[in-house]
């Protein structure tokens, strides 16, 4: 009974134009343009953040990332750092979301 719809004008040139890209892509055995993936090291500033630690009485990871401006990752690669090192240890929290306190 029903059929296809008959596209639009505009709808059928991209539906051409998506075909003949498709069959004009890269050929078997060539390899197509890849980013590199650069790798960022963002510098925590240890003297801010060790004050901001020593001042505290209890602290979580979003709160040294806010108080030094860095992303919470690198925030917590630092806590974790020291946790190692046992300048601070762990006293609650779960499931990412610890608190922290200075030794």
């Given at each position: 009974?029903?059929?296809?719809?008959?596209?639009?004008?505009?709808?059928?040139?991209?539906?051409?134009?998506?075909?003949?890209?498709?069959?004009?892509?890269?050929?078997?055995?060539?390899?197509?343009?890849?980013?590199?993936?650069?790798n960022?090291?963002?510098?925590?500033?240890?003297?801010?953040?060790?004050?901001?630690?020593?001042?505290?009485?209890?602290?979580?990871?979003?709160?040294?990332?806010?108080?030094t401006?860095?992303?919470?990752?690198?925030?917590?690669?630092?806590?974790?750092?020291?946790?190692?090192?046992?300048?601070?240890?762990?006293?609650?929290?779960?499931?990412?979301?610890?608190?922290?306190?200075?030794?």
């Open positions: 009974m029903g059929g296809a719809k008959k596209k639009s004008p505009a709808q059928a040139e991209k539906l051409q134009t998506a075909e003949a890209a498709k069959k004009e892509g890269p050929k078997k055995g060539e390899k197509k343009d890849q980013k590199s993936k650069t960022i090291s963002v510098i925590i500033d240890e003297t801010q953040a060790m004050n901001f630690i020593k001042n505290s009485k209890v602290f979580t990871v979003q709160e040294v990332s806010r108080q401006g860095v992303k919470v990752s690198t925030a917590n690669a630092f806590l974790l750092n020291l946790l190692n090192k046992g300048s601070v240890k762990r006293i609650s929290g779960y499931s990412g979301h610890h608190i922290y306190q200075s030794v």
